[in-house]
């Protein structure tokens, strides 16, 4: 299994928001981001301008 770089990561992470990964992106991903703060921190960021753009309660 070949690792991810994080502009890959980023990639798969954005594109997650739109549609069901393939499993073996989604494996790829969850160990990229075990190993990975940068790449966390960018998903959580793309969570929180997802429930920011829904109108949800932020903070959480």
Request: aromatic share 4%.
């Amino acid at each position: 299994m070949i690792r991810l770089t994080c502009r890959q990561a980023s990639r798969l992470l954005s594109d997650a928001e739109d549609h069901p990964l393939a499993t073996s992106f989604r494996l790829r991903l969850r160990l990229h981001l075990l190993a990975c703060q940068n790449c966390r921190n960018f998903r959580d960021q793309l969570g929180f301008m997802r429930r920011a753009a829904r109108g949800q309660k932020l903070g959480e």
